[in-house]
């Protein structure tokens, strides 16, 4: 099977259950960055985070997996989705950031050269910086998604928000 089937010629691309969509819709907005997070933490891990930022990178990307699942789900097709068994973000998974961020934070960090990401010639601290912007663009685009009329769960506005606070403990802990 080819990657390149020419059904987004047309400026429309595919979602979960055969749905779709306008490219330039915000829901596709909301996985493009989403994805582009995924993308920044990989290169954060790659660029030698340490072991047990390794695994708090790990535990998030498979986060955002279901994350990326739950809004590649259009509104009223949710109880499909619960019901094929898909992988999805709840309060548990928030509740979880939120305690790892306090764990770091009980730890001490430093404000010192954050304002300035890669400055320390660490590719691991910048590239968890360069995820705490895209966790932020997130926020952003799922704050006008439930804005513009389509209902996002709370959780899930939090969590980008909360995720956005641990990757920034994380570059400065790291």
């Known amino acids: 099977m080819s990657i390149i089937t020419g059904r987004g010629d047309e400026g429309e ?17 909301v996985l493009g960055c989403v994805d ?6 990989g290169l954060a891990r790659a660029a030698g985070a340490s072991g047990e930022v ?3 990178i790990d535990r998030v990307q498979d986060q955002l997996i279901g994350l990326m699942g739950q809004f590649a789900c259009q509104p ?13 973000v709840g309060q548990e998974d928030l509740d979880w950031v ?17 304002a300035r990401p890669g400055a320390d010639h660490s590719l691991a601290r910048a590239g968890l910086d360069f995820a705490r912007t895209a966790a ?39």
């Open 13 to 29: 691309t595919d979602l979960l259950f055969g749905r779709r969509i306008s490219k330039t819709s915000l829901r596709v907005e």
């Open 36 to 41: 582009e997070l995924n993308a920044a933490l």
């Open 54 to 56: 390794e695994e708090i």
């Open 76 to 88: 009223g097709d949710e109880a499909r989705y619960e019901k094929a068994g898909f992988s999805s």
């Open 98 to 114: 939120v305690a790892t961020a306090r764990d770091f934070e009980k730890r001490g960090i430093t404000f010192k050269g954050w």
């Open 136 to 174: 932020r663009r997130c926020e952003r685009t799922v704050l006008k998604l439930h804005e513009g009329g389509e209902e996002v769960p709370q959780v899930l506005r939090l969590y980008f928000n909360r995720l956005s606070d641990l990757m920034w403990i994380l570059a400065r802990a790291a």
